[in-house]
């Protein structure tokens, strides 16, 4: 069995023209449209995490917000 059977999927909707232009960055760098995006992903969140806000692994403040509100803690808004 090949590796890539083994990895996690993600079906993405692309803004207009961003498949035409993946597919003509990956072709420049002859990789696979799949490998360019990994890397731009990697980069990306790699290099400014901020820009991508806390992390996947750690909660919106909208859900953290709803969490304490569950619990009945205070729910305050900045």
Request: charged share 25%.
């Amino acid at each position: 069995m090949s590796p890539s059977r083994f990895a996690d999927r993600l079906q993405l909707r692309l803004p207009m023209g961003l498949r035409e232009e993946i597919k003509q960055a990956a072709a420049k760098n002859r990789r696979s449209m799949n490998a360019e995006v990994v890397i731009h992903l990697e980069r990306a969140l790699r290099s400014a995490p901020e820009a991508a806000g806390e992390g996947f692994a750690d909660a919106t403040p909208a859900a953290s917000s709803n969490t304490a509100a569950l619990q009945g803690g205070d729910v305050t808004h900045g």
